[in-house]
Nanobody, 125 residues
Framework: QLQLVESGGGLVQPGGSLRLSCAAS????????IGWFRQAPGKEREGVSC????????HYADSMQGRFTISRDNAKNTVVLQMNSLQPEDTAVYYC??????????????????WGQGTQVTVSS
């Protein structure tokens, strides 16, 4: 059974940092592009970032550029999203997702086949 499990969410003050992890079980992440998405209450899901199967290509939504960094360790079957300079508007449930891809990645949810259950990130003083 293919599973993605996110961890690392929590409550952080504005300006703070969190490190989200996405761990895969039942399959090797090394053949998959990985994306992070988020959904705030009352809002549509939006793309955050993605990383290609090799890790050579990454993309970020404009509002996350320079604050978030995505990376992967295929040997550990894990992808990490480092989030810095967090602001209240970053509050959302964050999801990792995967689709099989030889190269590249896209930050559009329709491309993704597998999804985790999400982890809550709350930015508040």
């Amino acid at each position: 059974q293919l599973q993605l499990v996110e961890s690392g969410g929590g409550l952080v003050q504005p300006g703070g940092s969190l490190r989200l992890s996405c761990a895969a079980s039942g399959f090797s992440l090394g053949y998959y592009a990985i994306g992070w998405f988020r959904q705030a209450p009352g809002k549509e899901r939006e793309g955050v970032s993605c990383i290609s199967s090799s890790g050579n290509n990454t993309h970020y939504a404009d509002s996350m550029q320079g604050r978030f960094t995505i990376s992967r360790d295929n040997a550990k079957n894990t992808v990490v999203l480092q989030m810095n300079s967090l602001q209240p508007e970053d509050t959302a449930v964050y999801y990792c997702s995967a689709y099989r891809a030889i190269a590249g990645c896209v930050v559009t949810d329709w491309a993704y086949d597998y999804w985790g259950q999400g982890t809550q990130v709350t930015v508040s003083s």
